[in-house]
């Protein structure tokens, strides 16, 4: 029986994507150490990812843009990404097994479980790849709009990245349909 496992990053900042994976494993290509990827530093999370990369019989990472998460919400938008992971996968799962409350529609069997990249290994390399992924792509964000500070906080609404929000004002990037972005816009 295939297993997929899926897991989203982002849901809570102010700007960037969400990002969403899904991952089914190779039985015969154990991997050690998953856990729920904020329990992992970052050389952790970026030695798994490659591991995961590497063992899983087949992966997809996607995404939902900011302007999809304007359009749709944050809420939707996070569904949408999940879709597109487990429809990106080369392999067909037999079931689904979906970090959170709430599955996406799919054309496969899935379940949601509650803190599941805590208690799931194949949701724990998801939560890792999707982590590792958004971070990477906040990284390329920062520099390319350097006043924010994206590296550091990756879009979250610290003291430092909303300061730049007042200083700055909005960048491409910023989801325009969050409170603190929205405010800022007016100011």
Not at 43 to 65: M, W
Not at 162 to 169: P, Y
């Amino acid at each position: 029986m295939l297993i997929a496992g899926v897991d989203e990053a982002g849901r809570g900042p102010l700007a960037g994507p969400v990002v969403a994976a899904a991952v089914i494993f190779d039985p015969r290509r154990p991997i050690s150490g998953l856990k729920d990827s904020k329990m992992l530093s970052a050389v952790q999370r970026e030695r798994l990812y490659s591991v995961i990369v590497r063992d899983a019989s087949s992966y997809f990472i996607a995404l939902a843009s900011v302007e999809e998460i304007d359009r749709l919400n944050i809420y939707h938008a996070t569904l949408l990404a999940m879709q597109r992971a487990v429809n990106g996968l080369s392999l067909k799962p037999d079931k689904v097994l979906i970090d959170g409350n709430v599955c996406p529609s799919l054309p496969y069997l899935a379940e949601a479980i509650v803190k599941g990249d805590a208690k799931v290994a194949v949701i724990s390399a998801a939560s890792i790849l999707a982590k590792v992924a958004r971070d990477r792509m906040m990284d390329a964000l920062d520099l390319e709009y350097p006043d924010y500070g994206f590296s550091r906080h990756r879009g979250y609404p610290t003291a430092v990245h909303l300061r730049a929000l007042q200083t700055h004002g909005l960048c491409p990037e910023h989801r325009r349909s969050f409170r603190p972005v929205a405010e800022a816009q007016r100011r």
